[in-house]
Each structure stands twice: as structure tokens, then as C-alpha cells.
């Protein structure tokens, strides 16, 4: 049972982050959910790589999970501000977006899998989208400055995932950076 758990732990993620656009009316109950997805994204790959516990099926569920929550996240920022009123932002989701369902199908075809790479780029786009999305949603508008810094990031970690996956012969899910291998 022991060695199941960081894959218990992202598989409850997945659920929570589905949650989340269903609780997002239920202030507390979304707040709590919120900061379970922040908190067992970072427990479920400590946990995994601590005790020796990585598995394929781990990297998957992680992916997945962390995908679940973008997704999520994006689609209330969409629904809940006037992110579709303001063209630079709809522009950078889109751009990331394409960016990353490019990635997605580089992995699937050239290495026959589904996911993403955690790449310490893809770390910070999910710890700035992490920290921007509850302000945000708080402030019920788009910020400028952090909001384009977020954009910026997530396209060049994005684009940084591709050169990896385009110049390795194998895939790595856990390659740290273009420049570390």
C-alpha cells in the first residue's frame, strides 16, 4: 500500500482540480481545494522520489493532474473575469496553449506517451499560475505586469520543452532544463 501512495496523492490531485470548478461558489470549500492541489502537487513527487517509489504510472498521473488543475484554473479565469475582454492575455493562453498540445503530440508520437516534462521552466509556470490565479479571482480582473510575466514564462518554458523533446533520443519526464541533463 505504502508504495502507492505519491500515486494515490496525485490521483486525489486530479479529482480536486476537477472539483474546483464546481466548488468555485462555495468560497471556503474552493480555497481549501485550491491549496490541496498546491500542496500534494509538491507531496506526491517528494514522496515518489524520497522513497524511491517513481514509477511510469506516476509520471502519467502527475501530468495528468497538473494538466487537470491548468485546465481548470484557466477555464475560471475565462468564466469568472473579464480574462476574454483582454486581448494580450486571451493571446498568451493561446499561444501556450498551442505551444503545449504541440509538445504533447512530439511526446506521443516520437516517444509514443502522453506528458509532460518537468522541466524547472513548467515548475515555475505552475508556481506563478498557482500564485496569480487566487488574485485574480479575488481582484475578479486581469493584472497586468504579473499576468504578461506569466505569459512570458509559461511560452519560453514551453518553448524550452520542445528544443528537449525535439534533441533527446529518450524521454525524460524528470530533465531539469535544456542546459542541465
Avoid at 474552493?30 to 524511491?52: E, N, P, Q
Avoid at 509514443?112 to 496569480?132: C, D, E, P, S, V
Wanted: charged share 15%; glycine share 6%.
Amino acid at each position: 500500500m505504502i508504495k502507492h501512495v505519491p500515486n494515490i496523492i496525485s490521483f486525489i490531485r486530479l479529482l480536486i482540480s476537477i472539483a474546483l470548478i464546481f466548488l468555485f461558489q462555495h468560497q471556503g470549500l474552493f480555497i481549501t481545494g485550491y491549496f490541496l492541489c498546491g500542496i500534494s502537487d509538491v507531496a506526491d513527487g517528494y514522496l515518489a522520489r524520497r522513497c524511491k517509489l517513481e514509477t511510469r504510472i506516476g509520471e502519467r498521473l502527475d501530468s495528468l493532474g497538473d494538466t487537470a488543475f491548468c485546465g481548470a484554473v484557466l477555464y475560471l479565469l475565462v468564466a469568472h473575469t473579464d480574462t476574454i475582454e483582454t486581448p494580450w492575455a486571451m493571446t498568451g493562453i493561446a499561444i501556450v496553449t498551442v505551444l503545449r498540445v504541440i509538445n504533447f503530440i512530439i511526446t506521443k508520437v516520437k516517444f509514443k506517451t502522453w506528458a509532460a516534462m518537468h522541466t524547472w521552466g513548467n515548475k515555475a509556470t505552475g508556481i506563478l499560475l498557482f500564485l496569480y490565479a487566487p488574485a485574480v479571482l479575488i481582484f475578479n480582473t486581469i493584472l497586468l505586469i504579473p499576468g504578461l510575466a506569466l505569459c512570458f514564462i509559461a511560452a519560453a518554458s514551453s518553448i524550452e520543452e520542445m528544443a528537449i523533446l525535439l534533441t533527446s533520443k529518450q524521454y525524460d519526464a524528470n530533465c531539469k532544463s535544456i542546459f542541465i541533463r
